[in-house]
């Protein structure tokens, strides 16, 4: 049974930093793509960045040079450093997997085959 399972959330002041955990199991986790997604109180999810089986990365435009993500495959995790935040940054991020070698846009929602319960982010301004 596949798990992802994220944690590292919590309350910053804006400007501060924060770095988010998504641990797998229940998978052959170097063989997935792993995505992060995020949605703000009253907005539609939206994607934040992938991370795929060979390390490929994308990041959406609202965080790009702000955002890291990376992934350490011996210990199933994906991890998001997250830098300069703002209030727009507020939101319950989710992780979520693709796989294995999944070929494909790691965009949209649908591309993802099981999602993380979610970990809240609050930006004080």
């Known amino acids: 049974q596949v798990q992802l399972v994220e944690s590292g959330g919590g309350l910053v002041q804006a400007g501060g930093s924060l770095r988010l955990s998504c641990v797998a199991s229940?998978?052959?986790?170097?063989?997935?793509?792993i995505g992060w997604f995020r949605q703000g109180p009253g907005k539609e999810r939206e994607f934040v960045a992938a991370?795929?089986?060979?390390?490929?990365?994308l990041y959406a435009d609202s965080v790009k040079g702000r955002f890291t993500i990376s992934r350490d495959n011996p210990k199933n995790t994906v991890y998001l450093q997250m830098n300069s935040l703002n209030s727009e940054d507020t939101a319950v991020y989710s992780c979520?997997?693709?796989?294995?070698?999944?070929?494909?846009?790691?965009?949209?929602?649908?591309?993802?085959?099981?999602w993380g319960q979610g970990t809240q982010v609050t930006v004080s301004s």
């Open positions: 979520a997997a693709a796989g294995p070698f999944k070929r494909g846009a790691v965009t949209p929602a649908g591309y993802y085959n099981y």
């Open positions: 229940g998978m052959l986790f170097s063989r997935y793509d």
């Open positions: 991370i795929k089986w060979n390390s490929g990365i």
